[in-house]
Nanobody, 118 residues
Framework: QVQLVESGGGLVQAGGSLKLSCAAS????????MGWFRQAPGKEREFVGS???????YYVDSVKGRFTISRDNAKNTVYLQMNSLKPEDTAVYYC????????????WGQGTQVTVSS
């Protein structure tokens, strides 16, 4: 079975940084696109960014220039480096996998909480 486990969340001051990790198992990691999403209380889940199996990277406009997605295929892990954090970045962050050519992500992790104080 596929398992995705996020880690690295925490409480930081505005302007600070965090690096999230998503460790994947149960899939041939190199075949999949990986995405990061977030959900704040009372709001819909939001796409943050993705890194495709071929290493193409996409970001939502609100995080461009501040967040960086990377992957280490040898470790079956995707990362989200978050710099210059803002209070509006506060959310539970999730990772998910997607087979290239598919329009939907199939499996999701349990999430890791990121809280940015002002």
């Amino acid at each position: 079975q596929v398992q995705l486990v996020e880690s690295g969340g925490g409480l930081v001051q505005a302007g600070g940084s965090l690096k999230l990790s998503c460790a994947a198992s149960g899939l041939t990691f190199t075949r999949y696109d990986m995405g990061w999403f977030r959900q704040a209380p009372g709001k819909e889940r939001e796409f943050v960014g993705s890194i495709w199996s071929g290493a193409r990277i996409y970001y939502v406009d609100s995080v461009k220039g501040r967040f960086t997605i990377s992957r280490d295929n040898a470790k079956n892990t995707v990362y989200l480096q978050m710099n210059s954090l803002k209070p509006e970045d506060t959310a539970v962050y999730y990772c998910a996998d997607r087979l290239p050519g598919s329009s939907e992500y199939e499996f999701w992790g349990q999430g890791t909480q990121v809280t940015v104080s002002s």
